[in-house]
């Protein structure tokens, strides 16, 4: 079983940046396909931007203001968002893959084994 543990988050003003990272108890991420979603209030989880080996990938929509990052280091998987906007309030998940093919894009919330506890990102002037 892996934790992840993630960090980051609260509240900002509209076209303030943030940085949400995300890391695992006891284990290196350095191996696992990893992800950001995020789920706004009675809406589906959807998919914000990972890396699979090769290459971050990201919805269309969060294209040029999200950026996923890994420092193995560290251990620490960041999501940097920048010029937030009030549609940007949700909750925030990191989640990690085991098994996959390098280079391929997973942008399914089932298709990954580990969920961070989520954390709450709220725009709002």
């Known amino acids: 079983q892996v934790q992840l543990v993630q960090s980051g988050g609260g509240l900002v003003q509209p076209g303030d940046s943030l940085t949400l990272s995300c890391t695992a108890s006891?284990?290196?991420?350095?191996?696992?396909?990893v992800a950001w979603f995020r789920q706004a209030s009675g809406k589906e989880r959807e998919f914000v931007g990972g890396?699979?080996?090769?290459?971050?990938y990201y919805e269309d929509a969060m294209k040029g203001r999200f950026t996923v990052s890994r420092d193995n280091g560290r251990n620490l998987v960041y999501l940097q968002m920048n010029n937030l906007k009030p549609e940007d309030t949700a909750v925030y998940y990191c989640?990690?893959?085991?098994?996959?093919?390098?280079?391929?894009?997973?942008?399914?919330?089932?298709?990954?084994?580990?969920w961070g506890p989520g954390t709450q990102v709220t725009v709002s002037s």
């Open positions: 890396w699979s080996g090769r290459e971050t």
């Open positions: 989640a990690i893959m085991s098994a996959y093919y390098s280079g391929h894009y997973y942008y399914a919330p089932d298709e990954y084994d580990y």
């Open positions: 006891g284990r290196s991420l350095e191996t696992y396909a």
